[in-house]
């Protein structure tokens, strides 16, 4: 392997440290990204517990407790367009009854049809009085591909990069015709 061979492949294999980088910062400048929600009326605390992930999972996972009490419902929002974490897709937020931000997503879809399901779903667990939990999670197959977007297109802008080197580069060997 010539040296001038290897550049595409430090490209590449430096793009994933750099992709996972970037996820990290803007998670931890932004937030954590909520992917889930629970709901309880067990052990007399009615209470939903609002799921977060950080770096996928790696960098850590948390909670955010709202009692149950101080939400008045669920809507679902359509896209707003703009930078940030899933522009362009629908957010089911919790509408909070206090507190200076009375809107707290806890879903994003690309779907409208599916995070409109799991707003209903969760409007009906708020008015059933006898219902004791509910569970909502997000589509992770979706937050896994988004990230590796960057680290494909690396490699493919690497690849195709070296094969117009090869094509160029008299020196190189070339393979012969078949007959």
């Known amino acids: 392997m010539q040296r001038t061979d290897r550049v595409p492949l430090i490209v590449s294999l430096a793009a994933?440290?750099?992709a996972a980088a970037m996820l990290y910062g803007l998670t931890s400048i932004f937030g954590a990204p909520a992917i889930g929600l629970k709901c309880s009326r067990r052990d007399g605390r009615a209470q939903c517990e609002v799921q977060q992930s950080r770096l996928l999972g790696i960098a850590g996972n948390g909670v955010?407790?709202?009692p149950e009490s101080d939400i008045g419902g669920a809507t679902t929002l359509r896209p707003a367009g703009g930078a940030g974490r899933r522009a362009g897709g629908y957010t089911m937020v919790l509408d909070l009854k206090a507190g200076t931000d009375r809107r707290y997503p806890v879903l994003s879809g690309r779907s409208f049809d599916a995070v409109e399901a799991s707003t209903r779903r969760l409007n009906g667990y708020l008015a059933d009085?006898?219902?004791t939990s509910i569970e909502l999670r997000e589509d992770l197959g979706s937050s896994l591909v988004i990230p590796m977007i960057p680290v494909?297109?690396?490699?493919l802008i690497a690849a195709l990069?070296?094969?117009g080197r090869r094509q160029r580069d008299p020196t190189?060997?070339?393979a012969?015709?078949?007959?």
């Open 176 to 179: 012969s015709p078949r007959h």
């Open 16 to 18: 994933l440290p750099v």
């Open 129 to 131: 009085p006898g219902a």
């Open 152 to 155: 494909v297109l690396a490699g």
């Open 161 to 163: 990069a070296s094969l």
């Open 172 to 174: 190189a060997p070339q």
């Open 64 to 66: 955010h407790v709202i």
